[in-house]
């Protein structure tokens, strides 16, 4: 395959010069067009395909070539450009350089000599121009990608920190809850005879059930230190969301209406399955429930969506959101809400392990979950599951 010869368009109202030069160039194998007026130039450029302009500077109708340039310049015409002056004068050779023009030649007794030669440097230099431009491009893409891995990275190692750091958190949670757990068992035991023996009339009952309702609490706080740091053996089966969710509702109907909650529920179709562990599964929608509702002391909107979502990896998924209009989340903690132990409800309130459960479940059940917070106006909580499409239920063990 021939390579493909370079084109260079004279711009020179001189027939004669014109011809010469053309020949010169021709000789030197490259492709010659000539026009005679600017504006024949400027329309032969338009049509492209051109690599070089020889230039003269004194064109027809007093038009300077340089001005033509200019202009060329001006609307976006970028080529370069040797300009031929009729004699050594100096003024116009700097103006010229100054305005961008790559090179000149003047017309002196020897310059067509060097002609090829001046088109030649100005080609080379335009195409290591183009190759720098390209290589600048695919660093500045290396550099891009680089950064991209370089967070990746940083993301990697937080996990890992947090796994470790969750570890041995979760162990320390463990062997506190199951000390506590027997002892709780058995006070509880102690003070339901004692409550049955008490007549409601008698003065110390109230103490009783202060004491009571103190042990619910302590019980509720070993329980979600059990869930957390046991993973547990998972019992999985097909489970309806749509029928989780009403659930949910259901249970969680008194704390929401207690704080004058509106219930908004947008399932996109019935059922919506997926293979879990259901007592699991309703731990996750009664924590992310029991948080909008704290978030909305003064009431509000709480939203529940189920609809299909791909997951990243192009398998059928399964969008869960519980979207509230409460109190958001600073952006300064939003890192932070699903550390276990992290909490900002006042002491007694919250353990803190709320959504470190939820994280939990939702990645043994290869899913992940999102918070999304607008402070002062409400939280978004994303949850994507697998689909279950009559897959084996052993498989996802
Ligand atoms: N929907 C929400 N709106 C505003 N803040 C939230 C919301 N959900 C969670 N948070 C913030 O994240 C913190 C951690 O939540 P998480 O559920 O893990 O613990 P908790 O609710 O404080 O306690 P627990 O759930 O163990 O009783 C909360 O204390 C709260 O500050
Ligand atoms: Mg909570």
């Not at 035991?189 to 008698?202: F, H, I, N, S």
Request: glycine share 8%.
């Amino acid at each position: 395959m021939t390579e493909k010869r370079e084109t260079i368009l004279i711009v020179e109202d001189d027939a004669g010069i014109a011809a010469l030069h053309r020949r010169i160039l021709e000789r030197a194998g490259y492709q010659v067009e000539w026009c005679a007026r600017a504006d024949d130039a400027r329309r032969r450029l338009d049509r492209g395909g051109v690599d070089l302009m020889l230039l003269d500077n004194r064109l027809d109708n007093g038009i300077e070539g340089l001005h033509f340039f200019r202009e060329l310049k001006e609307s976006g015409v970028d080529l370069p450009v040797i300009l031929v002056t009729g004699f050594s004068d100096d003024a116009t050779i700097i103006r010229a350089l100054r305005q961008g023009v790559m090179d000149y030649v003047t017309k002196s007794s020897e310059y067509l000599s060097y002609l090829p030669d001046a088109v030649r440097r100005a080609l080379d230099q335009v195409r290591t121009r183009h190759q720098l431009e390209a290589t600048n491009a695919q660093l500045r893409q290396a550099y891009a990608e680089l950064e991209q891995k370089t967070e990746e990275l940083r993301q990697t190692t937080q996990q890992l920190w947090q796994a470790a750091r969750l570890a041995s958190v979760g162990e320390m949670a463990a062997s506190i809850a199951h000390e506590l757990n027997n002892p709780l068992g058995i006070i509880s035991l102690r003070l339901e005879g004692v409550l049955a023996k008490t007549p409601p009339t008698d003065p110390r009952r109230k103490a009783l059930e202060i004491i009571e309702q103190e042990l619910e609490r302590m019980a509720g706080l070993v329980s979600n230190l059990l869930q957390f740091s046991r993973p547990g053996k998972e019992e999985m089966s097909s489970v309806d969301l749509t029928e989780e969710v009403d659930r949910a509702l259901e249970l969680m109907h008194h704390h929401l209406k207690k704080r004058g909650i509106a219930v908004q529920r947008e399932v996109e179709h019935q059922p919506v399955c997926v293979v879990a562990d259901r007592q699991k599964l309703r731990q996750v929608f009664l924590n992310l429930v029991s948080n909008a509702g704290d978030a909305m002391p003064h009431g509000g909107t709480l939203t529940l969506r189920l609809k299909k979502q791909s997951l990243p990896n192009g398998r059928p998924g399964v969008l869960i959101e519980v979207a509230d209009t409460g109190c958001g989340i600073p952006r300064e903690i939003l890192p932070k809400v699903m550390d276990a132990f992290f909490t900002t409800k006042e002491e007694g309130k919250g353990t803190g392990l709320g959504l470190a459960i939820c994280r939990r479940i939702v990645q043994d059940h290869h899913g992940c979950i999102q918070i999304e917070s607008q402070p002062g106006q409400g939280t978004t909580v994303r949850i994507t599951l697998p689909a279950s499409n009559g897959v084996n239920v052993e498989r996802l063990r």
